[in-house]
């Protein structure tokens, strides 16, 4: 069996910091005209880690094509990294309850999934792909990068699919030999990565991570010097690639060509992501040409480094055991308890911003709604972009009967992401609220017949409708329900009170 990570990760991780940028680049159905080029500039500020930017220019974008996949998908990826899990989550359920066969939003929740340590719904989602695109060549590859990941055998089997759908594919044929690696079968191995090299030298656009994994696996058989080649091969076609100035750098420590490796090393210090295992290296080399003094410079780096990594994991596994815990608080309707609970990790950790928003919910469920709008005043200077966080604040204020300020939290949540629709019944709540049901018909109607609407746009629709004095068309509206939902019992319930309603009348 491979023991060697570094073959095994990168072919799934890189492929997964290309996705965002290829989804918007590539999908068939969008990549044209100029809204493609907009949308793929929001994805390159992405890449540049411009968070800020990218998440204004994409709130922007989406308030103009509510419906686009590929912008729920970038946009769910960006508020995935600004910490908004929560949200970002409901931004690709929302675009699922339209679209629940898209291939970009269910690999993104896949993903999203697998990030958050759940590997069964990650697996489960991206099973579907298959079962929805099974002539998708990127469906079996992302299926193979899961169970690569995971380290499962069944990554072989999903590779060869993907293979056999594009023969001539270079990086299709580097997965499966990559495959074979991870199974110790490493003769299958070199054969498929021969393969891939002569697929790739004949490729119209040579594929940079083809060289990348084949210099990977060579370094993990102790072939050094035939792995320089590789890594050489990769960095002529992307210059820029740190993995693969790493790895030639590590060769070259294992051929005690201590300058050049030097040389290498020091490059790759500015990505901070890799400083603890450069500078262990560096200090390695520094030992070996005596010099003394840089070697423990470089070693007491990467123990400091080590330490604040070791610290941070420690503090937040800390920080999600005490979240869970009050979660679990509140699943039991224990409020009080979760208040307590939420109160004490916030008094030691007021930077969590999660917690700001769960205590708010706790003391909205025990109707100190005044506490839940400062929490939530709180929480929302932190992360302006939580429409789940505007929404409830919205829930709050209507509680107050503070209508108009309410409807302007319901509008920023929409603006955020537009397939909100508790976003939209609040706006529509907050006109009943004050009798203006003109209004509030207007946007239900429209809600009512949106794609992925259920049944509580018609329930309210049919309250405005009958409270505007529009009795007939409230019945057709609570009729049209209950022929596409029979046995919703808030529908058969309305049903009743509008006939008693009616023989009052």
Known sequence: MCTHTGLLDMLTIRRRTLLLLATVLITGDFARGMENSRLANIANLAAQKHWSEAAQQVQLYRQAYPESIEAAVLQSEIWLHLGLLSDANGILQRVLAI????????????????????????????????????????????????????????????FQHAQALAPDDPLAEADVAAAYHQRGENVQAEYHFRHALHLNESAAKPNTMVDYLYAEFLQDSNQY?????????????DPAFTDAHLGRAKSLVRLHEWARAESELRGCLKDEERNIAVLNLLTKVAQ?????EDAQRYSAQAEQFSNDAVAEKALNN???????????????KQFAEAE??????????????????????????????????????????????????????????????????????????????????????????????????????????????????????????????????????????????????????????????????????
């Open 318 to 332: 800390q920080i999600a055991s005490l979240l869970q815990n009050a979660h679990a608080l509140t699943l039991r």
């Open 225 to 237: 010097q035939q792995s320089l080649l590789e890594y050489d091969r990769s960095l002529q076609r």
């Open 340 to 505: 307590e609970s939420y109160r004490q990790l916030l008094h030691e950790h007021p930077e969590v911003s999660e917690a700001w928003l769960h205590l708010a919910q706790c003391h909205a469920e025990l109707a100190k709604l005044d506490a839940a709008q400062s929490d939530l005043q709180h929480f929302l200077s932190m992360e302006p972009v939580s429409a789940s966080g505007h929404v409830l604040f919205g829930r709050i204020l209507l509680r107050q009967a503070q209508t108009q300020a309410a409807r302007n939290e319901f509008v920023h949540a929409q603006e955020i992401d537009p397939l909100f629709v508790e976003a939209r019944l609040g706006i529509a709540a907050s006109y009943i609220m004050e009798a203006n049901y003109a209004e509030a018909i207007h946007v239900l109607r429209n809600l009512a017949d949106s794609p992925g609407a259920t049944g509580e746009p018609q329930l309210m629709l049919t309250e405005a409708l009958f409270k505007n004095h529009q009795r007939t068309e409230a019945a057709q509206e609570i009729d049209r329900l209950l022929k596409h939902d029979p046995s919703n019992k808030a529908a058969l319930q309305m049903k009743v009170w509008l006939s008693q309603m009616g023989t009052k009348h």
């Open 99 to 158: 679209h629940p066969r898209s291939i970009e939003a269910l690999s993104a929740s896949a993903e999203l999934s697998r990030r958050l340590g759940d590997r069964s719904t990650a697996e489960a989602l991206l099973l579907r792909c298959t079962g929805y695109a099974p002539r998708s060549l990127e469906v079996w590859q992302r299926l193979g990068d899961l169970y690569l990941y995971l380290g499962r055998k069944e990554a072989l089997a999903a």
């Open 288 to 292: 070996a040409e005596g010099k003394n």
